[in-house]
């Protein structure tokens, strides 16, 4: 697996490490091919108003988007999978773990593999969709923090 982290903050103060770390373990989880890429952006509130606003239509900031690569995606035999990019804003992450009852970092976690579900066609248009992917993401959270402890 190859995934690339980007932060658009500065200073960045997360562990971009375990992002990464949280990332690769979902996608091996799914069985996603050991060739594919993942791209991860950490951005200010500001910059994920934009885009949210130019991509989804929607006024003011939202917690993490998805961006999924083109349909399909060119790849040669030898090439690797490149899978599209997840977007987060940790600020409004911050702002919503308290509602939700979690901390900083499980939201974070929740929302990284919320992002990249949707690369993988999870969806939650429908309430059956929406039961079937908050299954899987408890799953999988579940799952990392047992293997974490270790």
Known sequence: ?????????????????????????????????????????????????????????????????????????????????TLGDVVIAPEVAEAQASEHGNTVEEELNLLLVHGVLHLLGYDHGDDESAEAMQQRESELLEAYALHSKR
């Open 1 to 81: 697996m190859n995934i690339r982290i980007t932060s658009h903050r500065d200073p960045e103060p997360l562990d971009l490490t375990a992002f990464g770390q949280l990332a690769e373990f979902v996608l091996e989880r799914e069985d996603v091919p050991e060739q594919t890429e993942l791209s991860l952006a950490v951005v200010d509130i500001e910059e994920m108003t934009a885009l949210n606003e130019r991509y989804r239509s929607l006024e003011g900031p939202t917690d993490v988007l998805s961006f999924g690569c083109d349909d399909p995606c060119p790849v040669g035999s030898d090439e690797p999978i």
